[in-house]
């Protein structure tokens, strides 16, 4: 698997740029800066098959239609009890003072243990809410890498204080789920450097 971060906008958001040998891609949480990644994308001859989502925050899905309009692929992603925050997604922006945004809603929503295919990778799905009610994960578990947005992070977990936000769904996701995940499993986090489950296990303040 070949990934590139990209991090993007003022909120520094992990947009990951992933494509297989025969440069079938996907690209998860385009928060913004929608040239960037479009430039980027041609650059590398990338022939993007879908738009993934794992969360309706605005710092994760702002440039994901114009992505799609460009590219015309669909949007998957995420799980339908944040239909709420992709309809408020011009109040979002509002509120932290950024470019209006039109609201949207995916083309497909996604479930637990789900499984899609793009390309060369098997992506399981897991619904972690917390940080929104319809945050997932997306899991391969044959290349050992997560994106999990903005549940588990190197050294912290995700905010609870937005709407709709549970701590005690948050910490439950992370235990009762992604701790049920091999040790070994690399986590691309929403923000921050990626980590592993083992290090979170051991040395995670907020989950000993």
């Given at each position: 698997?070949?990934?590139?971060i990209?991090p993007v906008?003022?909120?520094?958001?992990n947009?990951?740029?992933?494509w297989?040998?025969?440069k079938?891609?996907?690209?998860?949480?385009?928060?913004?800066?929608?040239?960037?990644?479009?430039?980027?994308i041609?650059e590398?001859?990338?022939n993007?098959?879908?738009?993934l989502?794992?969360?309706?925050?605005l710092?994760?899905v702002?440039?994901a239609?114009?992505?799609k309009?460009?590219f015309?692929?669909?949007?998957w992603?995420?799980q339908?009890?944040?239909q709420?925050l992709?309809?408020?997604?011009?109040?979002q922006?509002?509120?932290?003072?950024l470019a209006?945004i039109n609201?949207?809603l995916?083309d497909?929503?996604?479930h637990?243990?789900?499984?899609?295919n793009?390309?060369?990778?098997?992506f399981n799905i897991l619904h972690?809410?917390?940080?929104?009610?319809?945050?997932?994960?997306?899991i391969?578990?044959?290349?050992k890498?997560a994106?999990?947005?903005d549940?588990l992070?190197?050294?912290?977990?995700?905010?609870?204080?937005?709407?709709?936000?549970?701590y005690?769904?948050?910490?439950?996701?992370i235990?009762?789920k992604?701790f049920?995940?091999?040790d070994d499993?690399?986590?691309?986090a929403?923000?921050g450097?990626?980590?592993?489950?083992q290090r979170?296990?051991?040395?995670n303040p907020?989950l000993k």
């Amino acid at each position: 698997m070949n990934i590139e971060i990209i991090p993007v906008t003022a909120f520094q958001q992990n947009c990951s740029l992933i494509w297989d040998d025969e440069k079938n891609a996907a690209i998860i949480d385009p928060g913004g800066d929608a040239e960037k990644l479009i430039q980027r994308i041609e650059e590398l001859e990338l022939n993007l098959k879908v738009i993934l989502l794992t969360h309706a925050h605005l710092d994760h899905v702002g440039a994901a239609k114009q992505l799609k309009d460009y590219f015309n692929v669909e949007i998957w992603g995420s799980q339908e009890e944040d239909q709420f925050l992709f309809e408020s997604l011009p109040k979002q922006a509002e509120r932290f003072g950024l470019a209006h945004i039109n609201a949207f809603l995916p083309d497909r929503w996604l479930h637990e243990d789900e499984v899609i295919n793009v390309g060369d990778f098997q992506f399981n799905i897991l619904h972690l809410p917390g940080h929104t009610p319809g945050h997932i994960g997306f899991i391969e578990q044959e290349k050992k890498v997560a994106f999990t947005g903005d549940v588990l992070f190197q050294g912290g977990i995700g905010r609870t204080d937005f709407p709709r936000g549970n701590y005690e769904q948050l910490i439950s996701s992370i235990r009762e789920k992604l701790f049920k995940l091999n040790d070994d499993m690399i986590i691309i986090a929403g923000h921050g450097p990626y980590t592993t489950i083992q290090r979170e296990k051991l040395t995670n303040p907020f989950l000993k």
